[in-house]
Structure formats: C-alpha cells, structure tokens
C-alpha cells in the first residue's frame, strides 16, 4: 500500500532526472559543434590556455538546476569559463567508442554547480 506522497515523488524525481540527462547531452552538443568549427589541433591547443582568445560560434545555452533554477549562458559567457582539453569519445548502445577525438570544453560540473 503506498500514500500519495510517494507518488508525487516519482515523477518529480524522473522529471529531474531528465533534466540533468538534457543538460549532459546539451553541453556536449555544444563541445561537439565547438571542435568540428575548429580545423587545427595546434589552435585547439592555444585556445585552452588562452580563453580570452576564445572564439565560439553563436549559441545559447540554459541550464537548469534540480531546484528550477535557470541560467542563460551565450558563446560570451561560455568562453569566459576555464576549459580543459583532453581525449574522449561517446560510448554508444553496444559499447562502442564513436566519435574519438581531442575535444575541448567547459567540465559539465562547473555548469551544474552554478544551478545548485
């Protein structure tokens, strides 16, 4: 036997999780989309070190924390941050590495932590 209170929990919680899973794939849509718009490794490298060199293409981002609160970041804002660089991949349905590369991003942490 279960209260009402256990099932309006349910769907908060999956309707939260969906959120930071839209979040996640967001923000790598946008590391995606920032490396295949640079051509050089050698500049992927310089831009790193150099964020007030940064040059992004145009794009939004809201992110929005567990607690509904909302933060609209643009290519200005996104460049700001501190971004790191470093292998990786997307591991696809049947365990599979797609997509192998040097990418270079924001860490989706520092996002999440400025939403709560």
Do not use: C, D, H
């Amino acid at each position: 036997m279960s209260n009402g209170l256990e099932t309006k929990n349910k769907p908060k919680n999956r309707m939260t999780a969906i959120a930071i899973i839209a979040i996640i794939v967001i923000a790598a849509t946008i590391v995606v989309a920032w490396q295949l718009s640079i051509k050089q490794p050698t500049a992927i490298q310089s831009t790193a070190k150099q964020n007030s060199a940064t040059v992004l293409p145009p794009m939004n981002l809201t992110v929005i924390g567990a607690n509904g609160t909302e933060l609209f970041l643009n290519q200005t804002s996104i460049a700001k941050f501190t971004s790191y660089s470093g292998y990786g991949g997307l591991v696809n349905k049947t365990g599979q590495v797609e997509s192998f590369g040097y990418y270079t991003g924001v860490p989706i942490l520092t996002l999440l932590n400025l939403v709560g």
